[in-house]
């Protein structure tokens, strides 16, 4: 009953920025935990960022100082502002969601860093 929908992604060139949304829809009762993974060819599936009711937020050392997440609680979504982007985060990004205490998967999005 609960749906997370990304999007933003697409093609970037190196060093170029990139927005990813996640809007939740459906009767959400609570949200505890929000975040976003990613999983590129041939590589395990990794926690990208989280934030947490409270504002917690949790990043992969590989993006620290360059992603920033953030939540529009009114809007139940997520964001992920990707800067400094180069091509090791070329990957399909999900988003991740603890609601009513399940974890719900987005379908992912593609971003594609590259020249």
Known sequence: QVQLVESGGG???????????CAASGT???IHVMGWYRQAPGKQRELVASITTS??????DSVKGRFTISRDNARNTVYLQMNSLNPEDTAVYYCHGRINFRDNWGRGTQVTVSS
């Open 11 to 21: 093609l970037v060139q190196p060093g170029g920025s990139l927005r990813l949304s």
């Open 28 to 30: 959400i009762l609570s």
């Open 55 to 60: 504002g917690y937020t949790d990043y992969a």
